[in-house]
């Protein structure tokens, strides 16, 4: 992906996830309980899929709570972390005309795609999602 296509992409991302976190806390009573889901894998198949919980953990988050946003859903703090340090990065990018931050994505999309790596991921990935069935996210 190129540079600018990627940073529209990512600056929109995080626009959606602030939007998304703060429709969220505003009806932070009606998605706390275990009833609400925008999960469309869980509405079809009654199962939690690995990232089912997030946003509740992201809330916990934004309420200083970390120990609550990883147990209930440790994605939660990789996606916090991306949506803090990525706007502001990619704003110091545009203002001083730099690209380290597609320079860091591109070593880290290398690492990512080395197939040692991808298999850890894939079994912390699983684990969770065995974690979400059984905390019945």
Known sequence: MHKNKLYLFLL??????YSWLLF??????????????????????TVPCPSCGT??????????KFLSAI???PFGILVGLIMIITP???????????????????KIESILRKRKVAIVLIVLVIANWIWNIKKNL
């Open 12 to 17: 929109f991302a995080c626009f959606v996830g």
């Open 24 to 45: 969220s806390l505003q009806h932070e009573h009606e998605i706390q309980s275990q009833e609400f889901t925008v999960c469309l894998f869980k509405k079809v198949t």
């Open 55 to 64: 946003t509740r953990s992201v809330m916990q988050l934004s309420h200083g």
């Open 71 to 73: 147990l209930i859903n």
């Open 88 to 106: 502001i990065w990619i704003s110091y990018d545009l203002i001083q005309k730099k690209d380290s931050f597609y320079t860091t994505y591109l």
